[in-house]
């Protein structure tokens, strides 16, 4: 299995549930996929999401904090830190089980990881990311007057809170990460688009936000020299008129296409949009860069072209 070539997997929502019991199950699933797209010949880099993590670890330590439960009020970008913390860990296990059952002596480790950004991005002024649980509109609306924090409907799915998501601009730990790949290990990095830090003195100050996994999957992607970057969600193709009767499912887009594609708002804001402007944007960092959007479960399919929307140049 060891290999130059190099891939970078950021895994979505539905690769880790809601509750620690699901996402240990759900991890479990996701580590085979991982594992079999290593098949392919590649090393791979992981990352993941954290926005119902982050927010269940910072609603949890409000709670108790308000009702003198002893727990200090902890800031955001420290419930970030957790996060990454908590999922790491069960995708150490997971990935690591998959790997001794295949007989690999690699190990799977995963780096705390600051993602720097730009204290004057206006994403500050105007927070779009939903962290934490569903809500009802009646409870959310009491949530939003008993907390101050802003609350919106979710795709359909119910309200939730919304935290600034500002743009990542560098992975601290970037140089590391790579000497961990270079040493053969399997590498869990930038979870939850990395700890929101801006820069402080000769140091790091954290922010409350949570930056898009994806965007920083690209940046990783690209400091770590990947030639493939590999999105997986729930669907298993991008699709044009998407839930539309007349949607078209994508087995490709140029550069060209997808900013054509962009500009006629065929991608949902808060969900496909974010992931096709990260593929471009690694696509067109490097010669030779591919990007690939599929689903966890179809994710072998599609390295073997069976399946997926492959983003070129
Ligand atoms: N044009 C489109 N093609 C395919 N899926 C789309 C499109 N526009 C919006 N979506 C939705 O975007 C979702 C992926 O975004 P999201 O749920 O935020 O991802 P994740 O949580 O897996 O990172 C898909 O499952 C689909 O419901
Ligand atoms: N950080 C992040 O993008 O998390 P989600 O994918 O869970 O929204």
């Known amino acids: 299995m060891q290999s130059d070539k190099r891939m970078v997997i950021a895994l979505g929502g539905n690769a880790l549930g809601k509750t620690p019991e699901e996402q240990l199950t759900l991890i479990g ?17 992981v990352t993941h999401g954290n926005g119902p993590q982050v927010g269940m670890i910072k609603v949890a330590t409000d709670v108790s904090a308000d009702k003198g439960g002893g727990t200090p009020l902890i800031p955001f970008a420290e419930c970030g830190a957790m996060s990454q913390g908590y999922i790491g860990y069960h995708l150490q296990q997971a990935i690591g089980r998959e790997l001794k059952k295949r007989g690999s002596d690699k190990q799977c480790v995963s780096v705390v990881t600051q993602t720097v950004v730009d204290v004057q991005d206006p994403a500050f002024q105007n927070p779009t990311k939903p962290v934490g649980a569903f809500f009802s509109e009646e409870r959310a609306k009491e949530l939003m007057a008993e907390t101050g924090n802003t609350y919106v409907e979710d795709a359909g799915r119910g309200w939730r809170w919304v935290v600034p998501s500002p743009l990542p601009s560098a992975i601290v730990e970037a140089a590391t990460v790579k000497t961990l790949i270079d040493a053969g290990a399997v590498v869990v990095a930038s979870g939850g688009g990395g700890i929101p830090v801006i820069e402080d003195g000769d140091g790091y100050k954290g922010v409350a936000a949570v930056i898009d996994k994806d965007r920083s999957a690209a940046l990783l992607a690209s400091d ?11 669907v298993d193709r991008v699709s044009l008129n998407y839930n539309a009767p007349n949607q078209t499912d994508l087995e490709s887009m140029t550069v060209e296409e997808a900013r054509k594609h962009i500009d006629e708002e065929q991608f949902a804001k808060g969900s496909m949009l974010p992931k096709v402007e990260a593929c471009l944007n690694f696509v067109e960092g490097g010669e030779g860069r591919k990007a690939l959007i599929t689903s966890l479960v179809r994710a072998k399919d599609a390295l073997a072209g069976r399946t997926g929307t492959y983003i070129t140049m």
């Open 29 to 45: 699933a996701a580590a085979e996929a991982i594992v079999d797209l290593m098949d392919g010949g590649y090393n791979v880099t």
């Open 224 to 234: 770590i020299g990947a030639e493939l970057l590999v999105i997986l969600t729930a």
